[in-house]
């Protein structure tokens, strides 16, 4: 089994910063590519950002220059960086992985529980 935990949420002002962090852990044999997701209340869960395991990333346009996310292969680990937040940017944010594990050596996509980012005006 692969699991993947998600830190950093809370609330802040708008036009602060917050880092959210996910670590993956267990059965893994190899992370391909780590995303960020995120859902608002009310609304359909939409893609943040994405990173691919050798680094190349691509974001949501509504957080193009404000966003930046990265990760640390060797600890398995993935960030977002979240700048000049605004209010619209409050939902419960998401980790996703898409993970070869060492059970089957299949891959598949594996999700956090999510960590709840609140902005206020």
């Known amino acids: 089994q692969v699991q993947l935990v998600e830190s950093g949420g809370g609330l802040v002002q708008a036009g602060g910063s917050l880092r959210l962090s996910c670590a993956a852990s267990?059965?893994?044999?190899?992370?391909?590519?780590m995303a960020w997701y995120r859902q608002a209340p009310g609304k359909q869960r939409e893609l943040v950002a994405t990173i691919t395991s050798d680094g190349s990333t691509n974001y949501a346009d509504s957080v193009k220059g404000r966003f930046t996310i990265s990760r640390d292969n060797a600890k398995n680990m993935v960030y977002v960086q979240m700048n000049s937040l605004k209010p619209e940017d409050t939902a419960v944010y998401y980790c996703?992985?898409?993970?070869?594990?060492?059970?089957?050596?299949?891959?598949?996509?594996?999700w956090g529980q999510g960590t709840q980012v609140t902005v206020s005006s």
């Open positions: 267990g059965s893994i044999f190899r992370l391909n590519a």
């Open positions: 996703n992985a898409n993970v070869i594990d060492t059970a089957t050596y299949y891959s598949r996509n594996y």
